[in-house]
């Protein structure tokens, strides 16, 4: 029974001394979306990607509707073929269906790496300016996409105006 008060107190005691440590921690907060929205490397690299490979998925587009026609022809026709010729288309058919999902995967993964390597790069940038701001206001941590933060504390806006006048 007489450590019931001692906790007690204990509990009180770690309360008002955690209330006193938050009160010297500065906390801002940033919408990251709004960041990677705003932010001129992601304008820019989105463009450039799509420059890059809209040539690459238009002609793979292309050759999808080709390979499925020449496959629905020789559907139709496979009966009046003789063997020998159905056995050759037949087989050509399924080379180029092997030779598509090949550059279709290749597309994909190309893709996927140049999208990560612009993510990296974004990222990284953002994180600079973010960081700058934070110290500028003399910051202790910054809190990424809370579910409330008053206005005063977040700082996405003067990020975006950093990042975009390049600074």
């Known amino acids: 029974m007489r450590s019931i008060p001692k906790l007690l107190a204990c509990c009180i005691l770690f309360v008002v001394s955690v209330g006193t440590a938050s009160a010297e921690l500065k906390?801002?907060?940033i919408r990251a979306g709004a960041l990677v929205q705003a932010s001129p490397l992601f304008k820019s690299g989105q463009e450039k990607i799509?420059?890059?490979?809209?040539?690459?998925?238009?002609?793979l587009e292309s050759e999808a509707k080709s390979l499925a026609d020449d496959a629905k022809k020789f559907q139709r026709e496979a009966d009046v073929?003789?063997?020998e010729a159905r056995a050759k288309t037949e087989k050509e058919l399924q080379a180029r269906k092997i030779?598509?999902?090949?550059?279709?995967?290749?597309f994909q993964e190309d893709f996927q790496e140049r999208d990560r390597e612009?993510?990296?790069k974004l990222t990284e940038n953002i994180k600079k300016y973010v960081v700058e701001v934070a110290k500028e206001r003399g910051a202790d941590l910054v809190i990424q996409d809370p579910v409330y933060a008053a206005a005063g504390i977040d700082v996405t806006d003067e990020v975006i105006k950093r990042m975009q006048s390049g600074k």
Do not use: A, G, H, P
Request: glycine share 0%; proline share 0%.
């Open 50 to 59: 799509k420059t890059e490979f809209e040539k690459r998925k238009s002609d």
């Open 27 to 29: 906390i801002v907060t």
């Open 81 to 83: 073929m003789s063997s």
């Open 118 to 120: 612009l993510s990296e």
């Open 99 to 106: 030779d598509f999902d090949y550059n279709q995967r290749k």
